[in-house]
């Protein structure tokens, strides 16, 4: 396994123009780095390859008799199912909304953070806590602030109903609980873009006439763009997989599933491993597409690397 | 002799005669364990390593580590419902001759059913569950026979301007279920047919549905009820809210604890029927003992699984941890009768049980069914039996997708 590592393409057609110290330096390297990678591939390419194979299969547990290859009639059954479309379009209305709100929230906390003159620490680590707090923790917690009685949010904004057992409100507070949660983090990557914002920048602005508003955005927006869209990417794709807030508050009743709930009720309840594994590459390949979009369309980077990916 | 402590990794690697038992968390479980190891004269010794706490969690992980051949569980508690899954998938072992004798010897028909798969038994009745009416006193001299006099009479309770709930476990989950097959039994009607392999969704179930309809339409349930778990069913009634409750007997020493005056008020009956004159057939629920396929030592695993469940065994248990026997004799006990004024009720309920359709498919058929009754107001009869109907058979032959 470590012999062929030298031979991987890019190494073959330069190899010619190189010395041979340098063809030593590059073999090494291959060398030190090969553990890494085959461990990287054994933990994450290994499972989704399996997941795959398992996905054209007809394969349930509870019936080990029946194991057979179906191609993709797992596909077509997941893609033409109901269950799914409604925990696809939960997890895209998740999604969006709370990420967009997120937005708007973190950017204003961020902008309080970066301005505060006194306890500019106390006030981030206070605005942390929600982040630090497991999700399912504190999942219960909304889960009986909602409920009717034991309740005080309940009881205070609606005395005569029960929010969580209806499709829409109970949608609302699963939104709310992701954005309580997650704010803080988004907050914090906006902060981390806003300090790239020279002053000089800014001074120069507001020297030529632009109020508060048009700093922000012409001056600010722009400066802070790889910032934002790093935020944006790390935040989409974690509220596309939402599972423990959904699991706790309502267990998925009244519609409110999102896919990889679904997934795990096939999966891990249903012992389906044949549709499970369907949904789990679905899931797969829904969230590459969506860090596909915001790389080569938004020019996406990841940080610290160069501005190769960017537009 | 390292492995006399108390390590549970220890436990595991010890001794050729050691048994592991892995089951549900119970307060007073170890003390049968002691006695049945003490008993065996150093034949066998079980180790007893504790489940999660929720019937999901038991079931996960035996199933995570069955599916993979884990030779280190021998004895598995079953939850009633879990019988025909864990029997066809070829994870547990068949009771046979004598074994299969003393499992079956006293034991109750309705018990003995849920641990039978395609004619065959597989486990042995350790405890099991019925649920009664529980209702107040001071409100209704007589409990009501039928679904629709409850619902009248609570309806009545309201318009007088007194506590007039019906709680019970609407939530989406199993617990719905189980009202949903206590009403289809006493209705005489099929969710499956009897051999577990076909949806059938007979008029019987078209009755239970409007019935369930009927009471979430009626006003008379609290408005957390769609929420409702067993826990929230109870406490709606300790708050003295509720006029009627339908619950597992364990409220009731729960009752006796939090509320002792509202506890003398109670009253309890067999569940409501949808005919007049026919008693109401109760889901069983309980917890049978099997005995892994993958087993090394199989033939201590019976013998210590014999002994945990024997009538010694159940009698202190229904005592101590208050789950109902499912040998019968049991319940003739002069300190069992102490324990369980209501035993006479519990056990003419037992003797006329709803059992679940047993299938290996039972936890993908729960799913499907809860989904299509939450919530009860929505119900339409005729068009949900017809959706239940497509819906059962693709979770019988593990085709389509679970909700």
Redesign the interface.
Known sequence: MVQTAPTAPGTASDSGAMSEGKRAERKLGWLLCAPAALVMVAVTGWPILYALWLSFQRFDLKYPDRREFVWLDNYITVLTNGYWWSAFWVTVLVTVISVAIEFALGMSLALVMHRALVGRGLVRTVSLIPYGIVTVVAAFSWRYAWTPDTGYLANAITPDGAPLTEHASALAIVILAEIWKTTPFMALLLMAGLALVPDDLLKAAAMDGAGPWQRFVKVMLPVMKPAILVALLFRTLDAFRVFDNIVVLTSGAQDTSSVSVLAYNNLIKGLNLGIGSTMSVLIFIAVALIAWIFIKLFGTAAPGSDDKGRR | MVCASALTACALASGANTVNLYSAPEENLQHNVDRCNAESGGRYQIVYHKLPRDA?GQR?QM?RRL?AGDSGMDILYLDVTWTG?FA???WIREWTGENKAEAERGTLQGPLETATWEGKLFAAPKNTNVQLLWYRKDLVPEPPKTWGEMISTAQRLKQEGKPHWISLTG???EGLYVHFNTLVQSAGGHIITDDGKRAVVDDGAVQALRALRDLGTAGVT??????AKEDNAR?EFE?GQSAFEMNWPFVYPSMLENKPELAREVGWARMPGLRPGVPGKSTIGGANLAVSSYSTKPDLAFEAAKCLRNPESQKFSAINDGVPPTIESVYADPQVAAQYPMRETILEALKDPGVRPVT??A??VS?VLS?ML??IAAIDPQRTAERMRTEVQNALD??????
């Open positions: 999901d996960e199933v599916a899954e066809e998938a070829n939530a989406q989950y609290s408005a957390a009820m769609n929420n406490q708050t290996p498919a936890q993908n799913t989904n939450s919530p593990s085709k389509g997708v679970m909700p």
